[in-house]
């Protein structure tokens, strides 16, 4: 097969723009007005995806981190059709369980368009504990298992377990089955309490495949160097991680 890889285009800042903060003391006005009018831009002009970066502390960067990045494009998902929703969020200070939820429901609300930019986090801390942040290694390491947790739930509804009835769903509840993950961090039974869009039959047969979980978080593992210096630059990129299955997945290095 042909390598289909193509640069990704995005729109960057939607969840941080300054914008956001006149909006925060105007009565009238929603933080989401402004990413509303770009989002729509954005999809008339055919970009791939809307990218919503996150940092966890104050006045780290600007405006970035003002607003949440899941909430925020679980709001402009009403308002597009076709744009890609990329949302950044971090494996250091959020539990497997609760990213699949989150970002299933997101597929769900979306149809389809939900994206994580896996992070590790290199500030904010100070908001989650009085311990020190973990080392670039141990938050990789966890970032892996997270990654490896996140996409068993989202198999735990195989092929089949949802499909259309005669008017209505038909659940079949052998085909929704535990992961029983015993890891070094976590520890999940499963299944997944929500329906994966990956087990999702659509009336029109077309097999819809939900956010395939992108693993550039081990690829960066394998590459890191403690010598290295972060930068603020983005590549972005959308892979193919097996035959009929998409990855969206901005690399980033924002942490």
């Known amino acids: 097969m042909a390598d289909r890889r193509r640069p990704l285009k995005t ?5 941080g723009a300054v914008s956001i903060y006149d909006a925060a003391i105007d009565p ?15 999809e008339a002009n ?17 405006a970035i981190g003002a607003q949440e990045p899941l909430i925020f494009l679980a709001a402009l998902s009403a308002v597009t059709t076709h744009v890609g929703l ?13 990213l699949a939820r989150l970002f299933g429901t997101l597929d769900h609300v979306s149809n389809g368009r939900a994206a994580w930019n896996a992070v590790t986090s290199s500030l904010g801390e100070e908001n989650y504990s009085d311990l020190d942040l973990p080392s670039p290694e141990e938050r990789y390491a966890r970032a892996a298992e997270s990654l490896e947790v996140v996409n068993a739930l989202f198999d735990s509804w195989k092929t089949g377990a949802l499909i259309q009835g005669e008017g209505s769903a038909v659940l079949d509840p052998s085909r929704v089955v ?14 997944l309490n929500i329906p994966s869009c990956r087990s999702v039959a659509r009336s029109n047969s077309r097999q819809v495949s939900l956010l395939e979980v992108s693993n550039w978080a081990l690829a960066s593992r394998r590459s890191y ?9 983005r590549s972005p990129t ?7 299955r998409q990855s969206w997945g901005a690399e980033t290095n924002y942490r």
């Open 178 to 191: 535990p992961i029983e993950h015993r890891g070094k961090y976590f520890t999940v039974q499963g299944p």
């Open 238 to 244: 959308r892979r193919r991680s097996a035959p009929g």
């Open 28 to 42: 009238s006005t929603s933080t989401v007005a402004s990413a509303i009018e770009v989002a729509k831009t954005a």
């Open 86 to 98: 990329i949302a950044t969020v971090t494996t250091t200070f959020h539990h497997p369980f609760n």
């Open 46 to 62: 055919k970009i791939d995806g809307l990218f919503a970066a996150d940092l966890l502390s104050f006045g780290a960067q600007g």
């Open 225 to 233: 160097s403690p010598l290295s210096q972060p930068s603020r630059t």
């Open 11 to 15: 729109v960057t800042g939607v969840s």
